[in-house]
Structure formats: structure tokens, C-alpha cells
């Protein structure tokens, strides 16, 4: 499956790292992930800009392609980011 959006692969990434179990296992990390303030604000802050498809698709090619720096610092370093790497840091590997 491909994700279009870097941080929600993070965060299923994230989820699926912690359980070794049954993908149903993980449902109650999502959503409890998904539904924290850092998240859902930025979460509406990216549906706020009302990119097509196509320009999703644009930045996504450039953050694969290593030529989106800016977006990967900006992505990597805002409050949803550091919040879910906190998570992962919590979480036994």
C-alpha cells in the first residue's frame, strides 16, 4: 500500500511496530495516536491547504527522491513528529 502522506506511514509504521500480534492488535494504538491534539491539529492544518491529488503526488515523489529537504525538516521536526517519535521511543522493540 502506498502512502502518500510520509507522517501516516510513521505512524503506521509506529503501531505496527509495537505488536507482533494480529493486525487487529494495533486499531486501539491508531486510534488513540490518530485522535492526539498534535495530530489532529496537524492532520486539519494539511487538509487546511486543499491539495489535489496531484500535488500530493508531487511532493511525494520529491520526498522519495530526496529532493523535498525543506518538507522533510518542516514534517520531521513539527509537534505531530515529535510526538509520535516519543511514542515510538516508549514502545519495547
Do not use: C, Y
Not at 21 to 36: L, Y
Not at 37 to 45: E, G, M, W
Request: charged share 25%; no cysteine; hydrophobic share 45%.
Amino acid at each position: 500500500m502506498k502512502v502518500p502522506f510520509p507522517p501516516l506511514a510513521s505512524l503506521l509504521a509506529l503501531a505496527a511496530g509495537a505488536h507482533a500480534g494480529k493486525p487487529d492488535d494495533v486499531v486501539p494504538d491508531i486510534t488513540s495516536i490518530a485522535a492526539s491534539p498534535a495530530v489532529l491539529k496537524a492532520v486539519k492544518a494539511q487538509n487546511d491547504r486543499r491539495q489535489t491529488l496531484d500535488q500530493i503526488e508531487a511532493i511525494d515523489k520529491q520526498w522519495m527522491g530526496g529532493g523535498a529537504a525543506d518538507k522533510v525538516k518542516e514534517t520531521m521536526e513539527n509537534a505531530a513528529a515529535r510526538q509520535l517519535a516519543k511514542i515510538q521511543q516508549s514502545k519495547p522493540t
